[in-house]
């Protein structure tokens, strides 16, 4: 492991790692904003037990029974935030000991301050949007995961429902809205950086390196915001759950 | 034209300095931004006063000696031009001109505009050589080099050392000038045999002179006199995997 | 003065070969008993710095700027020279010899000009093998373009900065063995004196430019490797700090100073423009493979170049040379450019400049080839002058750029202090009365990487290490005179600043002892020369102190140097009643103005002997034998 401590220890090494954990991240943000726009599909017969279920709360379902019959219930899930954890903990590590070594290297700063000539605005408040989106992060699992914050209209099961009444109320829907503006400033500017860290860079080429930062950035935080403003303007319809249960209908087979 | 200077003045080293205000008049565009200070400076000697100390050689923007921040851009508001080779008629009359020296903890200042920039030097001394003896090269023509390689690595090596990028760069990273010497040497097939132990104590080097790491902001190109791109910095980190990877290296 | 130069016996071709077969060598055990400085850390230095080292002396290495990477080798632009033959154009070790000596209007040795056209070859082979990215043909191979003065492509090069890439591969091979302890580099040191014991280069003595400390360095050899002292003009195509302070400390302690009036105006220059101006930039001479050279036939002609009719233009170098047009040699297209301009027909406001017009090369090939061919140039050229070439016609007019003369050394690079070797361009040895295009560069790298780790050695086999330490009487000897020296400076607290000396002295050295002299003028120089020396000692104003970086202290002192050495140059000039190569004597000439040799009476190296500052140096002759060419006369018409 020596190696690893050599690594880690130098700036290229944690930017790395900040890339490939960067890499994991996009991943799963992205996974994530398409499971999301389940919420636009509304219900589905599911046929073996011939009842109606919302396909978001399906889709909620199947992430635990994925994998099954090797994974166990609810193995993938964990298996999942065990690494995206472990991702969280070095990207903030190596992120923080950047910051402070970078701040170390020009202990005299000028007195007439530098002017940007390139950099972007997204580049520069990558410390400020990252700790704004942790505090996000933190948020939204004690809300949606554990139902710790906002628990009166939480009901384990219901995701479909769980998020409509959420975004309900509108200054709710705005705390999602904003941070994943948030997200894409990071991310506007991560994605690129973690191509240029990775050494994924041609020359001839790297203009595609931009458009697949900003299209991915466009694409997921409109896929994201379109959930609560979806449900604020109406366009996805109030859940209707039989009580205590994810099933709304139970189908008429003719049986 | 006239214009106001404000000159950083330091008397040494670990000595406190500060903005002095100076009237340079009776400029003309044709004046190079150095021949500009030359002037002040005369004025200074005239008085008796001690003139503004500020590094410059070659005047021709090759040796890499000259570099001023001014009015807060590394070499001045000319894209690809060293200090050296700025003039007078890119700024008005009645200008106010801030000039300051680069900031680094490995560049500390030595007197006025003159920062000590052996810490490059130092990188070097890590790896950026092709170790061949002298009488020990092959013949030139035996091994062949593609025309794009030697383009490439001729792009990178026309770095001056100015440390432009340094004094760029929002962490003071060096990562632009140690990626170009890297590139430079590693996409040589006669730099093949030491590249990833170049790469790796290159970058160690520049770290163990407390340079700060890069964030990709881009603004050492910006700065570089001789617009040499980010895109060395992307291959170096490719090199520097490539390293750990294979594990070819001491 | 006995002035033995060494050259071997034999046939030509064979003399460097014998040479190194019969000369002495250390052991590989003994070398790092042995300890060398060296001055200078261009190609000449750092190439023999690296070298030396790697054979396992212990080097100590010296430089006045902050980094031995910013050598003014590194502004070099055009290529360098070497015998390689890959355009299979009948290229020969004897070609590059021939071109080389006859380019130097015979005024230099055959013996030292065949050795740098035999090791030429071995030099691009190290600079490949140490990443030097030369031009490449598609195949991958080397590509070479042709250059002045030859009629074969036989010149190497990395875009317009050939310089600096070799440099750089000096200069990390020099980095190479100081991360490796056997170089130690003392940046921002300079020397200002030479120490002898017993007759011997046994060490120098610097100042720490940072701290202002005067320290003493023993050795067992000394080489020096400063460069040229083309400084000496103040407006020259060298960089600021270029000084002649090492070589003329040498000479005061004794070193023969070589041919001191051989220096070499470039034709292509961007011309002076205002009186602050500082410094002269050269634009490639492949410029003048397109361009048209011309002036308005009436002086005084003050109407914009482009509202200047073609009748009442006068293309004057395709007229006066039909054959060779444009492109005649430097000395010649300098000198008639300052001829035209002496004449009232310069153009720009100073009066000193001739253009170089794209137009009709422009209408001929199309904008975008002429942007291919020399976009770069012509962008430099507007950065600095603010005219657009393509639009305007480029001004020039020559510049200083290179001096041939230098200290006096023999075959072994050894000058006539034993222990005190001279490399590159500090020395005078094999470029003559005028230096080809790209063969500088050559000269650096041959003297540092092949010839001097080879003969220095011969020297030191015959010299043990003694152990001598810098306590000796004589280092303290000389640091004295040092410190006085700086005091001195310091003390005249007079009125003008060494850059103003430097700007007098250097229009007067260019006025009668530049592209061309005569009789009357240098005997003028020598009588203004010695009083604004004079005046310098009384005037000079130097602020600040000696203990920290005082810039105004160095160049004043380098101004001091440099008016006694320009009094050598125009000593040796007014001496040489001849015109060859850079040195154009105007009473010398043949009917149709060109430069007249005199070999009858003239085919020698001069030598001075300095004999102290206020007595005429001792001129001593070392006659030039040519036992394998026979000199001509050089024609363009």
């Not at chain 3, 003595?205 to 400063?226: E, F, I, K, Q």
């Not at chain 3, 001096?403 to 094999?430: C, H, K, Q, R």
Request: glycine share 10%; with cysteine.
């Amino acid at each position: 492991m020596n190696w690893f401590v050599r690594f880690y220890k130098s700036s290229l090494g944690k930017k790395i790692i900040m890339a490939v954990s960067g890499v994991i991240f996009f991943g799963f943000v992205f996974l994530h904003m398409y499971g999301n726009l389940k919420m636009f599909m509304g219900t589905e017969l599911v046929e073996g037990l011939g009842v109606y279920k919302y396909k978001m709360d399906i889709y909620a379902e199947h992430l635990r029974t994925f994998g099954e019959p090797i994974l166990t219930y609810g193995m993938l899930l964990w298996i999942l935030r065990f690494v995206l954890v472990l991702a969280l903990v070095l990207h903030v590590t190596s992120a923080v000991q950047l910051w402070l070594m970078n701040n170390k290297a020009r202990p005299q700063n000028y007195a007439n301050a530098l002017k940007s000539q390139v950099t972007t605005f997204f580049a520069r408040t990558m410390y400020y949007t990252g700790p704004l989106l942790f505090l996000y992060i933190v948020y939204h699992i004690l809300h949606f995961t554990t139902g710790d914050i906002h628990s009166s209209t939480h009901i384990e099961g219901q995701v479909y429902g769980n998020v409509y009444n959420a975004f309900q109320t509108w200054w709710i829907a705005l705390i999602y809205i904003v941070a994943m503006i948030f997200l894409g400033f990071h991310l506007q500017h991560g994605l690129w950086s973690m191509l240029q860290t990775l050494g994924i860079n041609n020359p001839k080429r790297n203009l595609w390196r931009k458009r697949f930062a900003t299209a991915f950035t466009l694409i997921i935080v409109l896929g994201f915001i379109a959930v609560p403003i979806g449900i604020q303007a109406g366009i996805i319809p109030e859940p209707h759950y039989q009580p205590n249960s994810t099933v709304i209908a139970y189908h008429e087979t003719g049986r | 034209m006239n214009v106001t200077l404000k000159v950083w003045r330091q008397k040494g080293p670990n000595q406190p300095g500060g903005f002095v205000e100076y009237k340079a008049e009776g400029i003309i565009g044709d004046m190079s931004f150095l021949e500009m200070l030359d002037t002040v400076n005369e004025g200074l000697v005239a008085k008796g006063e001690p003139p503004i100390a500020f590094d410059n050689d070659c005047r021709e923007g090759i040796c890499g000696m000259c570099g001023l921040v001014i009015n807060g851009v590394p070499h001045g508001p000319s894209k690809g031009t060293t200090t050296c080779e700025l003039y007078m008629r890119h700024f008005h009359d009645g200008d106010t001109i801030v000039i300051e020296p680069w900031r680094s903890v490995a560049f500390p200042v030595m007197k006025d505009l003159i920062v000590d920039r052996s810490a490059f030097d130092r990188i070097v001394q890590a790896g950026g050589y092709i170790s061949c003896k002298t009488g020990s090269a092959i013949e030139a023509n035996t091994i062949p080099v593609p025309k794009p390689i030697a383009d490439r690595s001729m792009d990178a090596a026309t770095c001056i050392g100015c440390g432009a990028c340094v004094a760029a760069c929002p962490n003071g990273s060096a990562m632009l000038f140690t990626s170009a010497k890297i590139g430079h040497l590693n996409l040589l097939p006669q730099g093949k045999p030491e590249r990833f132990n170049r790469a790796v104590h290159m970058i160690e080097a520049m770290e163990a002179e407390k340079f700060g790491g890069c964030t990709n902001h881009g603004e050492c190109e910006a700065a570089c006199p001789k617009s040499i791109s980010i895109d060395f910095i992307a291959f170096v980190n490719r090199e520097y995997m490539g390293a750990y990877w294979t594990a070819d290296f001491e | 003065m006995k002035l033995d130069a060494k050259i071997p016996p034999g046939p030509l071709a064979e003399k460097w070969d014998n040479h190194l077969n019969t000369i002495k060598l250390v052991s590989p055990a003994n070398k790092r008993k042995y300890r060398i400085i060296i001055v200078g850390s261009g190609l000449g230095g750092a190439s023999a710095a690296a070298s030396l080292a790697e054979l396992g002396y212990d080097v100590d290495c010296f430089c006045y700027q902050d980094s031995p990477r910013r050598a003014h080798s590194i502004a070099a632009q055009g290529g360098i020279n070497s015998t390689k033959n890959y355009p299979n154009d009948n290229d020969s070790i004897w070609r590059l010899f021939y071109d080389t000596i006859k380019g130097g209007d015979y005024r230099a040795r055959e013996a030292n000009v065949y050795r740098l056209a035999q090791v030429s070859s071995n030099i691009i082979d190290q600079c490949v093998a140490q990443g030097v990215p030369f031009a490449r043909e598609y195949g991958g191979q080397l590509a070479n373009r042709s250059f002045g003065g030859a009629q074969v492509s036989r010149t190497f090069y990395a875009r317009g900065q050939t310089g600096q890439q070799l440099l750089l591969g000096a200069y990390q091979a020099l980095q190479r063995m100081i991360a490796a302890g056997k170089v130690t580099m003392h940046t921002r040191t300079e020397m200002l004196d030479l120490v002898l014991v017993d007759g011997r280069a046994r060490g120098i003595v610097t100042r720490d430019m940072v701290t202002g400390d005067v320290r003493s360095y023993a050795a067992d050899a000394v080489v020096l490797a400063s460069g040229g002292y083309g400084n000496i003009f103040f407006l020259s195509t060298n960089a600021k700090g270029c000084n002649t302070t090492a070589i003329w400390r040498a000479h005061k302690r004794g070193a023969a100073f070589a041919n001191p009036c051989f220096t070499q105006i470039h034709p292509t220059c961007i011309p002076v423009s205002n009186e602050y101006q500082s410094k002269l930039t050269l634009m490639s001479e492949s410029l003048r493979n397109d361009g048209r050279i011309w002036v308005p036939k009436k002086p005084g002609d003050k109407r914009p170049p482009n509202e200047i009719p073609e009748d009442e233009r006068d293309y004057y170098l395709e007229r006066r040379y039909p054959a060779f047009g444009n492109l005649v040699p430097r000395d010649v297209a300098s000198r008639n450019a300052k001829m035209v301009c002496d004449e009232g027909r310069g153009v720009g406001i100073s009066g000193l400049g001739v253009y170089l017009d794209f137009r009709d090369a422009i209408k001929r090939l199309g904008k975008k080839v002429i942007e291919e061919r020399y976009g770069n140039l012509f962008e430099m050229y507007e950065r600095i002058t603010g005219e657009n070439p393509y639009e305007v016609p480029m001004r020039i007019y020559p510049a200083s750029h290179y001096t041939m003369g230098g200290l006096w050394v023999d075959y072994n690079l050894m000058n006539n202090i034993p222990g005190l070797f001279v490399i590159g361009e500090a020395n005078f040895s094999d470029h003559g009365a005028n230096r080809l295009g790209a063969s500088a560069l050559m000269q650096g790298l041959a003297d540092g990487y092949f010839v001097l780790p080879n003969t220095i050695g011969d020297f030191l086999a015959q010299h043990r290490p003694d152990g001598l330490k810098t306590d000796h009487d004589e280092f303290r000897a000389v640091e004295k005179d040092v410190v006085d020296n700086v005091k001195k400076l310091l003390a005249v607290n007079g009125t003008r600043s060494a850059d103003s000396f430097h700007k007098e002295l250097g229009k007067i050295v260019w006025d009668y002892c530049g592209m061309s002299r005569n009789k009357e003028g240098l005997q003028k120089a020598l009588s203004l020369i010695p009083a604004l020396r004079e005046e310098f000692w009384k005037d000079i104003k130097v602020p600040g102190d000696n203990e920290e970086i005082n810039q105004s202290l160095e160049k004043a002192g380098r101004v001091a140097e440099f008016m006694e050495l320009a009094e050598l140059m125009c000593l040796d000039a007014l001496n040489r009643e001849e015109s060859c190569g850079g040195h154009y004597r105007e009473e010398y000439q043949t009917p149709e103005g060109e430069a007249l040799r005199n070999d009858e009476e003239y085919s020698y190296v001069s030598v001075w002997e300095y004999s102290g500052e206020f007595s005429k140096p001792i001129f001593h002759k070392e006659p030039l034998q040519f036992e394998f060419v026979t000199p001509t006369q050089r024609s363009y018409k």
